[in-house]
C-alpha cells in the first residue's frame, strides 16, 4: 500500500510540474506573439509613411523642379526643337504585295 502511495504521489507531483511547466510555456509564447504583433503594427506604420513620402517625392511639379534646377533641364519648346529628316536616297523602299 505504502509503494502505491509513494508512486501516486510521485505521479501527481510529475503532473504538477509539468502543469506549471506548460503554464509557463503558454504565458511565454503569448507575450511573444504579443510582442510579434506589436512590431507588425510599428513596420505597417513605417510602411504607410514610406509610401506617402514616396508619393510626395514623385509629384509631377516636384521632379519638374529637380530637373531645372539640379540637371539645368528646361521645357520643350516648338522654338528649340529640331526635326531629323532622312534622305530621300535612304529612305526604306516598300514591300511588294505577298502573292
Known amino acids: 500500500m505504502i509503494r502505491l502511495n509513494l508512486v501516486l ?9 509539468y502543469l506549471v511547466h ?10 511573444a506573439i504579443d510582442r510579434a504583433q506589436a512590431q507588425a503594427r510599428k513596420l505597417e506604420s513605417e510602411h ?3 509610401q506617402v513620402q514616396k508619393r510626395a517625392q514623385a509629384t509631377p511639379a516636384r521632379v519638374q523642379q529637380l ?7 528646361r521645357p520643350v519648346t516648338p ?13 526604306v523602299p516598300a514591300a ?3 502573292r
Do not use: C, K, N, W
Open 9 to 17: 504521489l510521485l505521479a501527481v507531483l510529475a503532473s504538477a510540474f
Open 67 to 73: 530637373a531645372t534646377r539640379q540637371l539645368d533641364m
Open 96 to 98: 511588294e504585295p505577298a
Open 22 to 31: 506548460t503554464q509557463y510555456e503558454s504565458r511565454r509564447l503569448y507575450t
Open 79 to 91: 522654338g528649340i526643337t529640331e526635326y531629323v529628316a532622312l534622305p530621300a536616297a535612304a529612305a
Open 48 to 50: 504607410e509613411q514610406l
